[in-house]
């Protein structure tokens, strides 16, 4: 019987090539209404090979455009939500012969051929360079342009070319994907054709208008010129600019209208275009329409429209992407109750089987699907908005949503583990969280356990909400040390995507911070001195920064974690490390801001090995690393200055036997003249420690008393070692004793 079955389908397949036209006809209308909305019957023909008969009938002019029609149809039915098969369609060498029939006068041949192209655009993997050929591209823009010669007709030829331009903007949007695609795009005239296709004399036929919003919102994304482009480019419409005309449709009854006009000044907002007028528009406009849309959804999803639906999965992530690194838009948020909001949204999301990490019995309909997506774009909302402000994180904290953010760690969907991760970094960015709300939530085993997350982007996430949890104030760190954290982090630190290096070695640095000896030394037994020493030489600079600040933190508090630093490298690596760095750091200072921080990591390192005994001190005295520390003395950096000044305070120690030679080699090297260049330095701090380095130099060795001159090893470690919290911009803040904080 099933052989019967599979014969029937396998003859459709031996029938398009047949002489016949009318069995050919008859064979792929066969075939498209088998396998629209059937999965297995997809599979089941891709197993007959239809792809490359298909592809065939694109391409030979012996079959009629009814033909071809057909077998785009088949093609984007195919294709659609399967990867494998887009890739199979692909590498069968579908994309060309459909780029070529484009050339159609036939607007339904071009319409099949398009969706089915922009079915094929679904998968990330599906390559771009063949649709970014001069001849296509062009083709494809020119079609941006409605034919206005049926507006008088009957609405179904009347829709006809809109429908045209409809698909055509929705494939600009699948091939905007980086700023070269954007550009060329532009180039080729496509935003005005775009937002001429977004005013009022479109209104009959919104579907244009909503594709041609979100092709212009692809365009914009993180692209500067583009933006300034589109909000200065003429527009023929009743509003007379730009963005009254965006303004405009925000107000929009359709949600699908709305969102796509908030994703697109939203876009716009982030590119840094410096519009004041914009950024009170987004304050009193786009972003309550946007909190107004962060409703709990309909609990029977397929009641709901397609459109509604949409909407309410991806406000969310476009709340998330508007207020965040922006203060303002985050207190206009909070005041706007959008915690309360997500929080309802989230909860409504959760089951009694997820409260027991119970997921054998998890299904994936329609349902479970539309609250998967509202889960995740909803967490990623609520990492953005309490990323900063303590009083944000209490909120959350507070909607009781940490057990959800917990659960979550463990759904079998990767996007949700990883926004659960990104919420976990944003709260642990609290001294107190850290202390109290997250220990208790039990967070750290399942965090632990992303460390080795099938998908890479969680093991990401996880590494850098680690790099916090890890904090020496935190009782997590114990619970880590404990259970093979250690371990998984070097493992992570062999790996061949930077990201995860460079949170990984961060993680690692925070554990050493203010660690006893014998915690260092369990670390490095793990890490090793070798790959700490490749570490710092890293192509990756952040990589290179962290990694000297985790030789710094070794290298912290007593002589024999000093001893054990340079025993660990060797004399000649650590020689190495310091003078190739701080030569490097002369040679490219002032040309990215990158380049300052790891010579500023360095001379603290530096720092806390010259606060070591007179074998340490005399090791690093070397001419060239001297010269260096000489020309850093008026750097414009001024954390450079105060570390330049901190190492010669410990080399002129005056308890220390060694002082009037490191004094002497220090004045023949004109350092006491360079400090009076910066006696009248802007900056407190550095002025301060410059008045006490040239009183070492002025008075005799013997008169000299500075209990200061210890202070590195018994003051905040901030100065010696440091202790960085991990936050999306790497800002530096100050909070409770520990001045020198970073949050990832």
Request: charged residues 25%.
């Amino acid at each position: 019987m099933l052989t019967a079955h599979v014969g029937k389908h396998q003859q459709a397949v031996s029938s398009l090539s047949s002489s016949n036209t009318d069995e050919q006809f008859k064979a792929v209308r066969f075939i498209k209404n088998a396998i629209i909305g059937n999965i297995t019957k997809k599979k089941l023909y891709m197993d007959l090979n239809v792809s490359p008969i298909l592809i065939k009938i694109l391409s030979d002019n012996i079959y009629n455009n009814d033909m071809k029609i057909q077998a785009s149809v088949i093609i984007g039915s195919i294709a659609n939500g399967n990867e494998q098969n887009i890739l199979r369609l692909v590498e069968d060498g579908a994309i060309k012969p459909l780029l070529e029939l484009f050339n159609t006068e036939d607007p339904r041949l071009y319409e099949a051929a398009a969706r089915a192209l922009k079915a094929l655009l679904e998968s990330d993997k599906t390559p771009h360079d063949t649709i970014f050929e001069e001849q296509y591209l062009k083709n494809i823009i020119s079609h941006l342009k409605p034919c206005d010669s049926n507006l008088s007709g009957s609405i179904a030829m009347r829709n006809n070319p809109y429908r045209i331009s409809e698909v055509t903007a929705q494939l600009i949007s699948k091939i905007s994907i980086n700023t070269e695609e954007q550009n060329k795009i532009a180039h080729h005239e496509a935003i005005p054709l775009l937002l001429n296709l977004i005013t009022s004399k479109y209104n009959f036929y919104p579907k244009v208008q909503e594709a041609a919003l979100e092709a212009l919102s692809c365009l914009c994304k993180e692209n500067k010129d583009i933006c300034m482009k589109v909000i200065n480019s003429p527009i023929d419409d009743e509003s007379g600019s730009t963005i009254k005309s965006l303004l405009n449709l925000v107000h929009s009854k359709r949600p699908e209208m709305k969102l796509l006009a908030i994703t697109c000044l939203t876009n716009i907002y982030r590119s840094n275009t410096s519009n004041t007028d914009l950024k009170k528009d987004i304050l009193l406009i786009v972003l309550p329409a946007l909190i107004k849309l962060l409703n709990i959804p309909d609990s029977n999803v397929l009641s709901q429209s397609a459109q509604i639906t949409n909407a309410q999965e991806r406000a969310p992530m476009v709340f998330s992407y508007l207020i965040s690194e922006d203060k303002d838009l985050q207190k206009a948020a909070m005041e706007g109750d959008a915690i309360t909001k997500l929080a309802n949204i989230i909860k409504m999301t959760s089951s009694e089987d997820e409260e027991q990490n119970n997921y054998e019995n998890y299904i994936l309909t329609n349902t479970t699907l539309h609250k998967e997506r509202l889960r995740e774009s909803s967490l990623f909302a609520i990492a953005s908005i309490c990323a900063y402000e303590e009083d944000y994180r209490k909120q959350v904290i507070e909607a009781k949503l940490l057990p959800i953010i917990v659960q979550s760690m463990s759904h079998p969907n990767f996007g949700i583990r990883m926004a659960a991760c990104h919420c976990t970094k944003s709260l642990s960015r609290s001294v107190k969280t850290l202390r109290t709300s997250l220990v208790d939530s039990g967070v750290i085993n399942p965090l632990l356990r992303l460390l080795s997350d099938p998908d890479i982007q969680v093991q990401n996430v996880a590494c850098a909400a680690l790099c916090n949890v890890v904090l020496d104030f935190s009782p997590m760190k114990k619970v880590v040390l404990e259970n093979g954290g250690v371990q998984r982090l070097v493992t992570l630190v062999h790996s061949t995507n930077s990201s995860l290096r460079l949170n990984a070695i961060w993680a690692l640095k925070n554990i050493v911070f203010s660690a006893e000896s014998q915690i260092k030394d369990k670390i490095m037994k793990e890490l090793g001195w070798d790959q700490l020493y490749t570490l710092i030489n890293d192509e990756e600079l952040d990589i290179q920064e962290q990694a000297i600040n985790l030789l710094r933190n070794l290298a912290c508090s007593n002589e024999y974690d000093i001893e054990e630093t340079i025993k660990g490298l060797g004399e000649t690596r650590i020689i190495n490390i310091f003078e190739t760095k701080l030569q490097w750091g002369i040679q490219n200072t002032n040309t990215n801001p990158k380049v300052d921080n790891i010579i500023i990591q360095t001379i603290w390192a530096l720092v806390n090995i010259y606060a070591g005994n007179e074998e340490h001190k005399k090791l690093l005295m070397t001419d060239n690393i001297l010269n260096c520390l000489f020309q850093f003395i008026t750097h414009k950096n001024e954390i450079i200055r105060l570390a330049v000044i901190w190492c010669c305070l410990n080399l002129t120690n005056p308890d220390d036997i060694g002082t009037p030679e490191r004094k002497k080699k220090l004045i023949s090297l004109n350092f006491p003249n360079a400090f009076k260049i910066i006696i009248n330095d802007p900056k407190i701090d550095v002025r301060n420690k410059v008045k006490e380095i040239l009183k070492h130099f002025e008075e005799p060795v013997e008169k000299q008393s500075y209990n200061t001159l210890l202070m590195p090893l018994n003051r905040s470690e901030s100065l010696l070692s440091s202790l960085s919290l991990q936050n999306n911009n790497q800002s530096e803040v100050n909070i409770e004793e520990f001045e020198d904080l970073r949050f990832y």
